[in-house]
């Protein structure tokens, strides 16, 4: 009786549920490679979703009815809403008064009422930078911040466009104020048509909005798209935990904040739209380094008693026979080169002087023990094992303790499941003969897919799928096969090199053009990867 006159483990709610459908029918266009957000929900602590999606894809009308092999994927994410703000769920509980984090060494964090917001279109200038600015910005380009241009992103495309475009499949709806007037063809729209009827131009945008949509896409590319061997992360495009109320764009306002809002802006942000890394193989897997970091050097230890700095001793005089340049060699850079030339010259020697001598006694020899070549092989040997592995905590934790991390402690979002399927490209035939009398073939690009998962949620986040489809193209070499470069018995694989990453293979493999550059241009692109094989671009 008295056990449990004190507990309170039964006080809580009984909450009741209900079951909804969700079904929607979302229509969209795609380039090859953009990772688009077709649909999100907010998800709440014990919801459950039985989620089924089906596909119907058609592409444009093409020239022929080529065998050409695209992928279409949609993949299903959750992100925790602690992911983005670490205060978020004590603060959607109310529990103001109980931070998590600290500000400094002697301050809470203050856990606001305020979910991460900013303007929607123009609200007020002087207060804050909204959607419709920033988006405008990179679209038209602000001089009065120093930003001369449009900003372009890595494909050349606009930025302010493909953000724009990235706000619509986001469900912001029009965010172009009313009172906004275009200058030219495009403008009410960011570029996304030429079209005087289409336009983003709204009745009222002076609303604020929660950033909880572009945050999640942004984690989803940061944790499951991005090749972190690559590409740094960049948390300041989804992570919000600096947040303690207010609008998110308020320290970007102002004339002292001119410098910060052009660097936001020219680079990745909020509103980046972002694209799928083209699949790994032979070309595309390639590593940056061979292990991270810089190769393990062995130390050497000198054989004399001479210091570790002296190579030698000169003996002489200067041409006039006046000054004695006896004593330690310099090691003098080249004038003009830029390949690391050096002379040795007496450090005594003036600069006006014209040395004869002769080096007497130079004790080169050198040598290093066995435990320094074990540790530099032990250093070695981690930094490959580093460097092979994503650049995230769980993964690394299992790739030097073969320990797998729980997801829900490695700070990355889930992907529940998603599906796959083919475009097909088939024939079209038009019949109607005239001219030489030949039939036309053509060709257009139908697709279909479906798919379906379970899933509950114990905790506070976003739902959100993303599509995204893949051209499996096959290259044009003007290379040789590596069967073909074998010309001594010891260009075959041996298995001890190819296990320690050794093996090495012949640059003709990948590129055999007239000149040795690669190059890269972005302009006319499919995916933005040109690859020069042979006299005209090939798309990758």
Not at 5 to 10: P, Q
Not at 285 to 309: A, F
Not at 384 to 392: I, L, R, S
Request: proline share 5%.
């Amino acid at each position: 009786m008295a056990s449990s006159l004190f507990s309170y483990g039964d006080v809580r709610n009984h909450p009741h549920r209900s079951g909804f459908d969700l079904s929607r029918r979302i229509c969209f266009t795609s380039k090859a490679g953009e990772l688009l957000p077709v649909y999100y929900k907010l998800v709440y602590p014990g919801d459950k979703f039985n989620i089924r999606h089906q596909l119907f894809t058609r592409t444009q009308p093409v020239n022929t009815a080529a065998y050409t092999r695209i992928r279409e994927y949609l993949d299903w994410y959750f992100v925790p809403l602690r992911l983005i703000n670490k205060n978020l769920p004590q603060a959607l509980m109310n529990m103001q008064n109980n931070p998590v984090q600290a500000s400094a060494i002697n301050t809470n964090k203050i856990v606001t009422n305020d979910i991460p917001y900013c303007a929607l279109g123009s609200l007020d200038a002087s207060y804050s930078q909204s959607i419709w600015s920033l988006l405008y910005y990179m679209y038209h380009g602000n001089s009065l911040i120093g930003l001369e241009a449009p900003v372009l992103n890595f494909f050349g495309f606009n930025a302010g466009s493909c953000g724009a475009k990235l706000a619509m499949m986001l469900r912001y709806g029009n965010f172009v104020p009313s009172d906004f007037t275009s200058t030219k063809a495009g403008d009410m729209s960011l570029g996304l048509s030429t079209d005087p009827n289409f336009s983003l131009q709204g009745f009222n945008t002076r609303y604020s909005v929660n950033i909880l949509p572009f945050a999640t896409y942004q984690k989803i590319y940061a944790d499951h798209f991005r090749i972190s061997q690559w590409e740094q992360n960049e948390p300041y495009t989804y992570n919000f935990d600096w947040y303690s109320g207010g609008p998110v764009y308020h320290s970007l306002t102002g004339a002292a904040a001119d410098s910060a809002l052009k660097d936001y802006v020219s680079g990745n942000n909020l509103f980046t739209l972002r694209y799928a890394n083209w699949p790994k193989d032979l070309f595309m897997g390639v590593m940056p380094n061979s292990q991270l970091g810089d190769v393990s050097v062995v130390d050497i230890i000198p054989s004399s008693d001479r210091p570790s700095n002296l190579i030698g001793n000169v003996v002489g005089v200067s041409a006039t026979g006046d000054v004695d340049v006896t004593g330690q060699i310099a090691m003098n850079k080249v004038a003009g080169s830029s390949t690391g030339e050096y002379n040795l010259m007496p450090a005594r020697q003036p600069d006006s002087a014209i040395l004869k001598a002769v080096i007497s006694n130079p004790a080169l020899q050198a040598s290093f023990t066995v435990l320094q070549l074990r540790m530099a092989e032990a250093v070695q040997r981690y930094r490959e094992v580093a460097q092979v592995a994503d650049q995230t905590a769980r993964d690394q934790i299992y790739a030097h303790f073969g320990v797998t991390l729980s997801p829900a402690l490695s700070d990355t979002c889930f992907r529940i499941g998603g599906s796959a399927s083919n475009i097909d490209i088939s024939e079209v035939v038009n019949n109607n003969l005239i001219g030489e009398n030949q039939a036309d073939i053509m060709g257009k690009g139908v697709g279909s897919g479906q798919g379906g998962v379970n899933f509950s949620s114990d905790e506070y986040g976003i739902l959100m799928a993303i599509y995204h489809i893949t051209p499996l193209l096959d290259y044009v070499i003007t290379g040789q096969p590596q069967d073909l470069l074998y010309t001594n018995t010891a260009d075959l694989p041996f298995p001890e090199f190819d296990s320690i990453g050794m093996q090495s293979f012949h640059f003709g493999r990948f590129f055999n053009y007239r000149t040795p550059t690669f190059v890269s241009d972005p302009t006319g692109s499919v995916m933005g990867y040109i690859y020069y094989l042979i006299l005209s671009s090939f798309c990758v």
